[in-house]
């Protein structure tokens, strides 16, 4: 008799199809919750926090598929999109270069004005609608999945920022859970390290720090960034030995 699969592993190959939504390469997801465990170690976090900064940083992009239509609709290719967005601090001048590069990206002129358009009428509301609806989706599969209630509070807070700027509360500094913050540069700096270096996924943390994320998760992940993003030959059983359940397997109550 085939023995079922752990909880994490289940997640996890859901994580690894959302990989390919994100245009990142295979275990993206799985390599930052690596990761973000290895933060929160040197964070000091508690046990209870680290087992929810390990889950909710494996599933914070498991809602994309909800926002994917709109997505296309103001950006046409919505995969390149979320892959190029990892390059870019969503603030000020470089992030409205990015948005208008990136509306209706491979349209007539006549179609990209009239999309910038509507977009640009109520931009923070149509972008907020969007991270509203993929956060929903993602804690919704937590509940379903039996994850507690701190994971399914995490997700809600994906697309905040540390100084305030993000969506779609507009919550800023410790009203942002732990797990979502040390999850949040974990999540970037993979994209990052797998593209620069370590010295690369360095400077962009120092770049964010105060705006996109906690000062005192940065710092840390700066002390120790060789060991933080080090290599493992096996990822996917490193990740899974990391997973607070990984022992125990889903049964039909699960």
């Known amino acids: 008799m085939t023995s079922r699969p752990t909880r994490a592993e289940l997640l996890a190959a859901l994580s690894v199809a959302i990989d390919l939504g994100l245009g990142q390469p295979t275990e993206h997801m799985l390599r930052s919750a690596l990761i973000a465990t290895r933060i929160a170690d040197r964070l000091g976090l508690a046990k209870d926090d680290r087992d929810c900064t390990y889950y909710a940083t494996l599933i914070m992009w498991i809602g994309c598929h909800a926002d994917s239509h709109e997505y296309a609709r ?24 990015f948005l208008l590069s990136n ?36 804690a919704l599969l937590a509940d379903q999945m ?3 209630a701190a994971v399914q509070t995490a997700l809600g807070f994906t697309f ?22 040390v999850g949040q540069l974990a999540d970037v ?8 270096g370590v010295d690369g996924a360095i400077a962009m943390a120092r770049s964010r720090r105060g705006g996109q994320f906690d000062p005192a998760v940065v710092d840390v992940f700066v002390d120790h960034a060789e060991e933080i993003l080090a290599d493992v030959p096996d990822l996917w059983d490193a990740a899974l030995r990391e997973a607070p359940d990984r022992d125990q397997r889903l049964d039909d109550n699960s």
């Open 74 to 97: 103001w950006f046409g290719d919505d995969i390149s999109v979320r892959h190029d967005s990892y390059l870019v601090d969503w603030k000020g001048l470089p992030f409205q270069r």
């Open 146 to 148: 039996g994850l507690p």
């Open 103 to 138: 509306v209706a990206r491979g349209e007539p002129w006549w179609q990209r004005v009239k999309t910038m358009s509507e977009l640009y009428v109520n931009a923070r509301g149509n972008l907020s609608r969007l991270m509203h609806s993929h956060c929903m989706s993602a």
């Open 160 to 181: 905040e920022r540390y100084d305030g700027g993000g969506l779609p509360q507009g919550a800023s500094g410790d009203a942002i859970p732990i797990h979502t913050r």
């Open 189 to 196: 700096a993979e994209v990052h390290h797998h593209t620069y």
